[in-house]
Protein backbone atom coordinates (compact mmCIF):
# COMPACT_ATOMS: atom_id res chain seq x y z
CA UNK A 1 0.00 0.00 0.00
CA UNK A 2 0.93 3.29 -0.67
CA UNK A 3 1.61 6.20 1.45
CA UNK A 4 1.80 9.89 0.74
CA UNK A 5 2.55 12.63 3.50
CA UNK A 6 2.34 15.77 2.56
CA UNK A 7 4.22 19.11 4.82
CA UNK A 8 5.34 22.25 4.36
CA UNK A 9 2.22 23.86 4.33
CA UNK A 10 1.53 27.49 6.02
CA UNK A 11 0.09 30.88 5.51
CA UNK A 12 2.67 33.04 3.87
CA UNK A 13 2.39 37.03 2.37
CA UNK A 14 1.62 37.33 -1.47
CA UNK A 15 5.27 37.78 -3.28
CA UNK A 16 6.35 34.63 -0.45
CA UNK A 17 8.01 31.69 -0.88
CA UNK A 18 6.85 28.11 0.57
CA UNK A 19 8.60 24.50 -0.17
CA UNK A 20 6.52 21.55 0.42
CA UNK A 21 7.46 17.99 0.36
CA UNK A 22 6.05 14.62 0.03
CA UNK A 23 7.34 11.61 1.41
CA UNK A 24 6.01 8.21 0.09
CA UNK A 25 6.43 4.74 1.78
CA UNK A 26 5.16 1.42 1.14
CA UNK A 27 6.66 1.12 -2.24
CA UNK A 28 9.63 1.85 -4.69
CA UNK A 29 7.92 5.03 -6.26
CA UNK A 30 10.69 5.24 -8.68
CA UNK A 31 9.14 4.16 -11.27
CA UNK A 32 6.10 6.34 -10.47
CA UNK A 33 4.89 9.90 -12.22
CA UNK A 34 4.90 12.04 -8.82
CA UNK A 35 2.54 15.15 -9.02
CA UNK A 36 1.29 17.79 -7.14
CA UNK A 37 -2.25 18.89 -6.90
CA UNK A 38 -4.67 21.35 -5.47
CA UNK A 39 -7.79 22.48 -5.19
CA UNK A 40 -9.30 25.69 -3.70
CA UNK A 41 -12.65 26.50 -2.24
CA UNK A 42 -14.94 26.31 -4.09
CA UNK A 43 -12.78 25.19 -7.22
CA UNK A 44 -12.42 21.69 -8.92
CA UNK A 45 -9.15 20.09 -8.45
CA UNK A 46 -6.41 20.59 -10.82
CA UNK A 47 -2.84 19.54 -11.65
CA UNK A 48 -0.43 21.74 -10.28
CA UNK A 49 2.88 19.91 -11.27
CA UNK A 50 4.18 16.49 -12.37
CA UNK A 51 7.59 14.96 -12.73
CA UNK A 52 8.42 12.14 -14.77
CA UNK A 53 10.79 9.21 -14.51
CA UNK A 54 13.31 11.05 -16.70
CA UNK A 55 15.24 13.86 -15.64
CA UNK A 56 13.70 17.03 -17.84
CA UNK A 57 10.24 15.43 -18.25
CA UNK A 58 8.02 18.02 -16.39
CA UNK A 59 4.43 19.86 -16.35
CA UNK A 60 3.50 22.99 -15.28
CA UNK A 61 0.05 24.41 -15.50
CA UNK A 62 0.22 27.91 -17.15
CA UNK A 63 -0.84 29.38 -13.88
CA UNK A 64 2.08 28.50 -11.91
CA UNK A 65 4.82 28.29 -14.65
CA UNK A 66 7.93 30.10 -13.95
CA UNK A 67 7.30 30.39 -10.12
CA UNK A 68 6.99 26.71 -9.17
CA UNK A 69 9.43 23.93 -9.38
CA UNK A 70 9.11 20.68 -8.92
CA UNK A 71 11.97 17.87 -7.92
CA UNK A 72 12.43 13.96 -6.99
CA UNK A 73 14.80 12.48 -4.81
CA UNK A 74 13.97 8.47 -5.69
CA UNK A 75 16.41 7.99 -3.22
CA UNK A 76 14.55 8.87 -0.54
CA UNK A 77 11.20 8.93 -1.95
CA UNK A 78 10.37 12.14 -1.79
CA UNK A 79 8.49 14.85 -4.19
CA UNK A 80 9.51 18.81 -3.67
CA UNK A 81 7.08 22.15 -4.91
CA UNK A 82 9.32 25.11 -4.37
CA UNK A 83 6.80 27.65 -4.64
CA UNK A 84 7.80 31.10 -5.66
CA UNK A 85 6.24 34.51 -5.92
CA UNK A 86 3.06 33.57 -4.40
CA UNK A 87 -0.17 35.04 -4.94
CA UNK A 88 -4.10 34.79 -3.27
CA UNK A 89 -5.19 32.55 -5.99
CA UNK A 90 -2.45 29.82 -4.99
CA UNK A 91 -4.47 29.08 -1.88
CA UNK A 92 -5.48 25.77 -2.02
CA UNK A 93 -5.35 22.38 -0.28
CA UNK A 94 -1.81 20.88 -1.89
CA UNK A 95 -2.25 17.01 -2.46
CA UNK A 96 0.92 14.84 -3.39
CA UNK A 97 -0.17 12.21 -6.14
CA UNK A 98 1.51 9.16 -7.50
CA UNK A 99 0.67 7.36 -11.35
CA UNK A 100 2.44 4.66 -13.44
CA UNK A 101 2.62 5.15 -17.30
CA UNK A 102 3.11 8.99 -17.72
CA UNK A 103 2.17 12.32 -16.97
CA UNK A 104 -1.55 12.77 -17.19
CA UNK A 105 -3.55 16.14 -16.82
CA UNK A 106 -6.68 14.43 -15.38
CA UNK A 107 -6.48 14.38 -11.48
CA UNK A 108 -8.66 11.32 -11.69
CA UNK A 109 -5.67 9.66 -13.39
CA UNK A 110 -3.46 9.76 -10.22
CA UNK A 111 -4.25 7.24 -7.94
CA UNK A 112 -2.44 7.40 -4.76
CA UNK A 113 -2.75 10.52 -2.95
CA UNK A 114 -1.78 12.40 0.22
CA UNK A 115 -3.93 13.74 2.80
CA UNK A 116 -3.36 17.18 1.45
CA UNK A 117 -1.45 20.66 3.00
CA UNK A 118 -3.00 23.83 3.48
CA UNK A 119 -1.08 26.52 1.26
CA UNK A 120 -2.89 30.26 2.53
CA UNK A 121 -1.15 33.51 0.45
CA UNK A 122 -2.96 36.68 2.22
CA UNK A 123 -2.54 39.68 0.18
Known amino acids: QVQLVESGGGLVQTGGSLRLSCAAS????????MAWLRQGRGKERELVAA????????FYAHSVKGRFTISRDNANNTTDLQMNDLKPEDTAVYYC????????????????WGQGTQVTVSS
Open 97 to 112: GARLYGIVTAPEGYNY
Open 26 to 33: GRDLSNYV
Open 51 to 58: IGLIGGNE
